[in-house]
């Protein structure tokens, strides 16, 4: 009866505003049960799917936190890539709505606005939290960041699943088919006789529905603690060492350490920094900042897949 | 009295419009005598820059054979990083003037018109060829090209260096150092007795001016045999194998059987192809191909540098 679900995190690109040899501007893929959000897109992000063998094809929602170059200049390149290969179905594009323009201009000069599909445009606000993608399995909400121009967040909630039913609970009840779907529902069981039997008897402890919140650019801000709250994954933009705090505020960005502090205070379950400055050759340094203040800290590399596990509830 | 000079080209994406896991789209430096021209400008380009180390700073000049996004997509990210990392030296474009109203656009959405350096853009027509670039050590002329866009390559001719003179020829007749110039730009010496000592006899023999030629995207066309003639590096797009001729033709591109073709008439020195399809995972059969006609072919690679020699004319 248990039904094992994807739900995770794969990093395409861990560099902020400069590439390296090794890092590749921001782009990530969020994949929860089989749906794919492409989140940001920055330079090179078709040739890191291709390299993490995720199927164009998989991508039909990119998320975009800000329009700033790092996070944006892979789009022209994918769009492009999408018409080439003849791709038919809508792709939605959830971004500041400046994106717009910038799309627009891009599919007259080099498309003559003819492209093989159809490009849905969601505008995001960036001041205050909005459900923008729901269905039976998922919701995204933008989470509200401090970035020098508008930037939003994304958490991804996983919806709570039916309950599985103890099959040997129903043959015992004797449940009809039809009372089947109000008690995975979490509805108790009344028989012929009238007797109330409790859901929980009827059903396995629920699963934990599971949740990821996105966090680059901004600025440290705990204004966005009760949205994250115990999220099981925390990706949260390190671009700095403490050291440079001043740099940081200046530019609207985070320090490792602060990342840490943020996880700590939201209960996270695993924290992933990443967008480093280039400066930083290796990342053992802001690894070690951001967990002492957060043991459970990663940091983001290129190709890594982050799986966010299924558990029971203990009830 | 040697003096070994570079002229190499390197090559950074050998994909055509669909990059793949293995290949990035079009980038290419040519490097003469230390001039470094970045020739298309695909996505990636600044990623592979920094694999290959060659430095931000040495890019100066940047030549795009026609706009379409393979050849320009990667103009943003490394216009943006330039400006992140507060260059100011000026950038020379040169391209189709559509490429200047886009990122004419691209300024004021991305950067509100503002970048530490400035973007000299130098139009290109791709009717007649032009010399766009000339300095004491080589010339760059546009080779008008047959896509379905406006589209140039660009033939790279070292200038005729300076002849050496024999030291010990120069003793012997005496030569006044006021005199060298002359003879080391090919005049004869006349000594005080009025004789005439022919150049030849005061100079080793000359070194071999190199030259370049740089073809994609394009139809197969002889119209360009007067300029590619005896090149010494003929890089020509190979996008499909001979059977898809139909479609190559359709699409303004080559075969590498007419890739290799062209070489032999032009009795180049060496032939390069690239531009490959997507639907090529090895280029095994596009070099056997295109060696049938010109046994002295290769396939680019990302992150390979072909060198020209120096050699010395027989006389």
């Known amino acids: 009866m248990e039904n094992i679900v994807s739900f995770s995190f794969t990093i395409l690109g861990s560099s902020s505003g400069v590439p390296t040899s090794e890092r590749f501007p921001a782009a990530h893929v969020v994949n929860v049960h089989e749906r794919y959000f492409l989140v940001d897109c ?4 078709q040739i890191q799917l291709r390299k993490n063998n995720i199927g164009f094809g998989k991508i039909n929602h990119i998320l ?12 022209f390149g994918l769009i492009s890539s999408f018409s080439l290969l003849g791709r038919k179905s809508d792709l939605h594009i959830y ?8 799309l627009n201009d891009h599919r007259k000069h080099y498309y003559e606005n003819l492209l093989s599909f159809k490009i849905i445009f969601h505008p995001l606000g960036s001041k205050k939290k909005n459900l923008i993608f729901e269905d039976e399995k998922v919701e995204i909400h ?5 970035h020098r121009i508008p930037a939003c967040g994304f958490l991804f909630r996983e919806k709570p699943p039916l309950l599985n039913i103890r099959k040997e609970m129903a043959e015992f009840y004797r449940i009809p088919v039809k009372e ?6 979490g509805k108790d069981f009344i028989n012929e006789k009238g007797e109330i039997i409790p859901n929980k008897t009827l059903t396995l402890p629920p699963v934990k529905p599971r949740s990821l919140a996105y966090c680059t650019d901004t600025k440290y801000t705990e204004s966005i603690l009760p949205q994250i709250s115990n999220v099981d994954i925390l990706y949260h933009e390190a671009t700095y060492l ?11 960005h985070s320090t490792a350490r602060q990342a840490g502090r943020l996880a700590a205070k939201a209960g996270a379950g695993k924290l992933i920094i990443g967008h480093f400055s280039a400066r930083y050759k290796t990342t053992d340094r802001l690894i070690e900042e ?4 957060f043991p459970g800290t ?7 897949c982050h799986i966010i596990e299924q558990v029971r509830m203990t009830m």
Do not use: C, W
Not at 42 to 45: D, K, L, N, T
Not at 95 to 102: R, T, V, W
Not at 242 to 252: I, K, R, S
Not at 298 to 304: L, P, S, V
């Open 42 to 45: 920055g330079e090179g992000a």
């Open 64 to 75: 975009i936190s800000h329009v700033h170059g790092d996070h944006t200049f892979g789009l």
């Open 95 to 102: 971004a500041h709505p400046l994106l717009e323009s910038i």
């Open 142 to 146: 933008t989470i509200p960041l401090k």
């Open 180 to 185: 089947m779907m109000n008690i995975k529902m």
């Open 242 to 252: 403490h050291n440079m705090l001043e740099q940081a505020v200046e530019t609207g």
């Open 290 to 293: 951001a967990r002492a203040e």
């Open 298 to 304: 990663y940091a983001a590399r290129e190709g890594d």
